[in-house]
């Protein structure tokens, strides 16, 4: 499968309590912390000057809660849910702690056959529906901000073979762009307002 856009945002989501325990949180439906909901609201008051149209979001409370704090500084962008934008599923491993998850990260890595089992979806299959659902995105829109999640960030950079973040920072803007057949990305700063 291929993707056939050429340029989108990316945005990790506002912390949660979970993030601030340092904890896998996979397809666990956590909220925003009192905190990631203030940042949230910083961070989307601060994006408002980028021409955003469309928001792509995964439907998982603690990244749709950023995605609509965002549109509500860009009143005119369409706000979809995309399923496919979901974390990835640790099964039976969700709520342990980060660094067991990304030694199970550096075991896949290192050995591409090597599968977790207790439940986890496969790093095969998580690239496959990241795929389905940077194609949903870019059926509403070429140019859309992704709103969605750490471990999704990570596969993404391997399935569009760029260098990539084992933890990119909650609320981090990131902007991909293809040119010709690859892809590179920038983080981009905001100025606070």
């Known amino acids: 499968m291929t993707i056939h856009g050429k340029h989108f945002y990316f945005v ?13 949180q996979g397809l666990r439906d956590i909220g925003l912390s009192e905190m990631g909901r203030k940042n949230s609201l910083k961070f989307a008051k601060n994006l408002s000057p980028l021409p955003i149209a469309c928001i792509c979001s995964s439907p998982l409370k603690r990244a749709y809660d950023t995605a609509t704090m965002i549109q509500q500084h860009h009143p005119n962008a369409q706000l979809h849910i995309i ?10 491993l969700e709520g342990i702690s980060s660094e067991e998850m990304y030694a199970i990260e550096r ?22 529906r990241i795929t389905i659902g940077l194609n949903k995105a870019f059926e509403h829109h070429p140019y859309p901000l992704i709103v969605s999640h750490g471990r999704l ?20 803007l990131i902007e991909f762009e293809r040119d010709g057949s690859s892809y590179h990305y920038k983080q981009i700063s905001l100025n606070p307002s």
């Not at 309590?17 to 896998?24: H, I, P, S, T």
């Not at 399923?83 to 039976?92: C, F, N, S």
């Not at 890595?109 to 690239?127: S, V």
């Not at 960030?153 to 981090?172: G, H, K, S, W, Y």
């Open 12 to 24: 990790r989501h506002a912390e949660t309590e979970w993030n601030e325990r340092k904890l896998c």
């Open 83 to 92: 399923d496919e934008l979901k974390e990835r599923d640790w099964g039976e």
């Open 107 to 128: 075991q896949e890595e290192a050995d591409p056959l090597f599968i977790p089992g207790q439940g986890i979806e496969t790093r095969a299959d998580f690239k496959k």
């Open 153 to 172: 960030f990570l596969a993404l950079c391997e399935l569009l073979e760029l260098p990539p973040l084992r933890q990119v920072p909650n609320l981090t």
